[in-house]
């Protein structure tokens, strides 16, 4: 397949586009600056500026565009970023689709397990409706905008959860275990739903020569509470793992994002892609955490 990608020099696009071109798939990266290459498309997502032709010559678009989820604190100007930077950017690759003769088959948009908001004590697949917050509305806008998409376009909104790998949300509590001081955040009970880095890329792959559309939870088969997953990052490290902090600290120093980032609890199970055939590498969180620090030396599907 050639496959139009959006977001390809960021940390999922970049392990994405590696393995599309270790399969045999074509990559044609989308890009903000002048085009250097033929594999390169110029557009200006925030002024709704793309060849919309370019939709007549692949049979793909995953868009992975987005400002970063983990650079904090989050001020009004970064949360109107979070939201704009989504929103405009799917507007616009849905817009081309509408306005090509012969649109591509499937559209994998970019979406956040988010949608559910805080929902302790629930297990949330696909069917359970959307939560309130800052990040729920925001995944809303998100996903509404993907479905502007033409109707002969299979859209797929990748809902997905904290990736576990080198960059993201992960590097940045790896580093505080690094220099050991990470703990129980808030009581450390609530769940996180993660997913590792090359099941992450797996499932974007499969999704591809899938049936499926509409909503896709892209997170690990085994729920997984903060407590757990930060303890074992500490212990594979061999650092402490003993400073808690309390959630009024939490919020006073990160505001919404301590609510909406860490202290929510989300309880996911990827059912749809289960459901699909597709088989997980990294089934535990443990796993996952074994393979971003190079603890498991198995090759990559």
């Known amino acids: 397949m050639r496959v139009l990608v959006a977001g390809a020099s960021g940390f999922i696009g970049s392990a994405v586009t590696a393995r ?3 399969a045999g798939h074509e990559v044609v990266r989308l890009v903000r ?3 250097t290459s033929d594999d390169e498309v110029t557009w200006s997502p925030g002024s709704g500026i793309i060849d919309f ?7 793909a678009v995953l868009n992975l565009s987005g ?4 650079r904090l604190p989050w001020t009004r100007r970064w949360r109107d970023e979070i939201l704009e930077s989504r929103v405009t950017a799917t507007r616009t690759l849905a817009d081309a689709m509408r306005k090509a003769k012969r649109p591509p088959a499937v559209f994998l948009s970019g979406s956040a397990v988010g949608v559910y908001g805080d929902r302790p004590g629930e297990l949330l697949t696909e ?17 509404a905008a993907a479905k502007l998409a033409p109707d002969e376009t299979r859209t797929v909104l990748l809902r997905t959860g904290i990736v576990v790998g080198r960059g993201g949300a992960m590097q940045r509590v790896r580093t505080l275990t690094t220099f ?4 129980r955040l808030g009581t450390g009970g609530q769940y996180w739903p993660w997913i590792a880095i090359d099941d992450e890329v797996g499932a974007i792959v499969h999704l591809l020569d899938s049936q499926l559309s509409g909503a896709v939870n ?11 997953i930060m303890s074992a990052l500490a212990e594979r490290m061999h650092r402490p793992y003993g400073l808690p902090v309390p959630e009024k600290l939490l919020e006073l120093g990160l505001g919404n994002a301590a609510d909406d980032l860490l202290l929510s609890s989300q309880k996911v199970r990827p059912q749809r892609l289960i459901d699909d055939g597709y088989r997980f590498r990294h089934v535990t969180v443990e796993s996952a955490i074994d393979a971003m620090l190079n603890l498991d030396r198995a090759p990559a599907r």
Do not use: K, Y
């Open 20 to 22: 599309l071109a270790d």
């Open 33 to 35: 600056r002048r085009a």
């Open 53 to 59: 032709t370019v939709m007549e010559r692949v049979d």
């Open 67 to 70: 400002a970063s989820l983990a």
């Open 127 to 143: 069917h359970s409706s959307p939560g309130e917050g800052f990040l729920a509305d925001v995944v809303g806008r998100w996903e």
């Open 180 to 183: 050991g001081v990470s703990g």
């Open 218 to 228: 892209l997170v690990g088969p085994t729920p997984a509470t903060a407590d757990r």
